[in-house]
């Protein structure tokens, strides 16, 4: 189903910069018998790469999840903090597996991430065919696959104004075909939503410091 624009931001801003591998299953990956786990995006691409995503809830502590992984991966794990969540992962034959969790009254939520250690010579280049200004830098593209629905979201940077990008993507967006449908402003940026057919885009601008930040979220529905 379409994610909203802030939730994506939230995911996004949730996960680590690694990307997974076609053969790292969900199979490989322990379970707490407490933990009821439902999918997220098993069939998503992260900065070109397939990446595993699935999310959980228990009813138990926190303690208890942190500690069936301890045992369980013993000293191959690692522990720290990212962005509001704890997470514990471990590295097994170039499969990275990460749990991502919080509480809250008593349970405990989280997500289950599987990635590859990034490679040098796999690398591609991002945000290819993606409506960019000159200068842009391309920081992640992720696509997804949801049957007759294929989304892709692309977090982009410019040295440009926000209201620079604004004329930038009603002019080039126009070129393509794509109608400008609504424009608003928000906290110091600004939201605009395209739309061609039955399929729909949505750019929202940001300043960051002296510069922008771009996020694209497109969904084409075929």
Do not use: H
């Not at 013993?74 to 962005?83: A, I, K, L, W």
């Not at 499969?95 to 405990?108: D, L, P, S």
């Not at 977090?155 to 002019?171: G, K, P, W």
């Amino acid at each position: 189903s379409k994610l909203s624009t802030s939730a994506i931001i939230s995911m996004l801003s949730l996960w680590p910069l690694v990307e997974a591998r076609a053969d790292c299953d969900f199979t490989d990956f322990p379970i707490m018998p407490e933990m009821k786990v439902s999918s997220l995006m098993d069939n998503a691409e992260y900065n070109s790469r397939p990446l595993g995503v699935r999310s959980f809830s228990a009813a138990v502590s926190s303690d208890s999840v942190v500690g069936f992984y301890r045992r369980r991966w013993r000293d191959r794990s690692s522990e720290s903090t990212f962005g509001p969540w704890q997470q514990i992962g471990t590295l097994e034959d170039e499969c990275f597996f990460t749990v991502q969790y919080g509480a809250a009254g008593g349970n405990t939520f989280g997500r289950l991430l599987i990635s590859k250690v990034p490679e040098a010579d796999t690398e591609q280049t991002l945000g290819v065919d993606v409506v960019k200004p000159s200068d842009a830098l391309v920081v992640s593209d992720m696509k997804t696959d949801d049957g007759p629905k294929e989304g892709r979201v692309t977090i982009i940077t410019s040295e440009q104004s926000v209201s620079e990008l604004v004329s930038f993507y009603r002019s080039e967006m126009s070129r393509s075909n794509w109608s400008l449908e609504q424009s608003f402003n928000q906290a110091g940026g600004s939201v605009l939503v395209f739309r061609k057919g039955v399929s729909e885009n949505n750019i929202v601008i940001m300043p960051a410091g002296g510069s922008s930040q771009i996020l694209i979220n497109e969904v084409e529905i075929n």
